[in-house]
């Protein structure tokens, strides 16, 4: 059995190294060298293990069974009506108060001929937990290839008809954590449409919005800034971007969903995924309260959390992509964050 706090590492031939703990399958570093060789850690959180299991526990971290928000908490399935926590405001949160975040992990290192080193994470949830129907078996494999690709693929499978959307949920800083913000990092999403959220549902009207001329237009790729200082309602309401976008060409394989620089430090970066959806979330809750890496407060901004997923409270949407799982079936997900 792992403990909390046990530490895996992958590396791969380029000096590319990803750290997580057992807890919440927390990534707690990923160091990526520029072309001159200087090494960066481009995820914020914490400096040390101990503080990461006491600080933030969503940073870097597996979020289940349901990532994002469900309005009320509330779903129904095979004409049954469900009653999830409710965390955040009105709604449920990435899938409670005793989310996947919190819990330790079984970790066991695989061999697989793709990746120059490989972990797989499995996790049983019983039925009911945090008032989910049916038993989920999931297991995560953490990859790392020669190519720089950091491989998340999720597989999951239920005892009865459920619902399941889960992600990964680090936030990322091309010039290193504990530097600066991330308004100066240049962001392209693959992306014509998103969901716009409202305030007093604090989540997604259901509405599926075209980006054209608003400040979620980032196809052609842009500043962050730009968005950030835009006089724009969705921005506005959540001091930032907090939003979902409709990757383009959704059809279950690999697509490009965003691609991050910072060209002052040399890095960039690409996601791929198999899910219809992309949550952009530029961390507008962090208030510099907390110490984080390189001893600097982690101030709003610090970081680019890019979740694939379905859509926030798909279980609500008949319009939005379908976020059941029936039983015996295979949830699978990937997701590739490469770095260039
Ligand atoms: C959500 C934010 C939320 C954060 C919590 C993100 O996935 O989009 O609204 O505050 O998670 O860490």
Known sequence: MTKP???????????????????????????????????????IGYET?????????YYGALCGRYANRIVKGQFELNGEQFQLDVNNGPNHLHGGVDGFNLRVWDVEAITLPKFA??????????NGDQKYPGE??????????????????????????????????????????????????????????FTPIDGEIG??????????????????????????????????????????????????????AARLEHAASGRAMEVYTDQPGIQMYTGSHFDGSEKGKLGAPIEKWAGLAMETQI??????????????????????????????
């Not at 080193?117 to 019983?126: E, G, H, M």
């Not at 400040?215 to 200082?229: H, Q």
């Not at 029936?326 to 770095?339: D, I, L, Q, R, S």
């Open 311 to 340: 859509f926030p409270d798909s279980p609500n949407k008949e319009n939005f992509p379908n976020a059941v799982l029936k039983a015996g079936e295979k949830y699978t997900h990937t997701c590739v964050y490469k770095f260039i």
């Open 203 to 256: 989540t997604v009207t259901g509405e599926i919005a075209d980006v054209k001329e608003t400040a979620m237009d980032f196809v052609t790729g842009k500043a962050i800034n730009e968005a950030l200082v835009a006089d724009c309602p969705q921005v506005k309401l959540v001091d930032g971007i907090d939003h979902n976008f409709v990757i383009n060409g959704f059809d279950g394989t690999l697509k490009l």
């Open 5 to 43: 706090s046990d530490v895996f590492t992958l590396k791969n031939s380029n000096n590319v190294e990803v750290a997580f703990i057992a807890r919440g399958g927390q990534i707690v570093s990923i160091k990526v060298p520029n072309a001159q060789g200087e090494v960066a850690d481009v995820v």
């Open 136 to 193: 989920l078996t999931v297991k995560v494999v953490y990859g790392l290839t020669n190519d720089n690709e950091f491989v998340i693929e999720y597989d999951a499978a239920s005892t009865k008809d459920t619902i399941i959307n889960l992600t990964s949920h680090a936030y990322f800083n091309l010039e290193g954590a504990g530097t600066g913000t991330i308004a100066d990092h240049q962001l392209t999403i693959n992306a014509d449409k």
């Open 117 to 126: 080193q490989a972990y797989q994470l499995t996790l049983v949830s019983p």
């Open 49 to 57: 293990v101990e503080e990461a299991l006491a600080g933030d526990a």
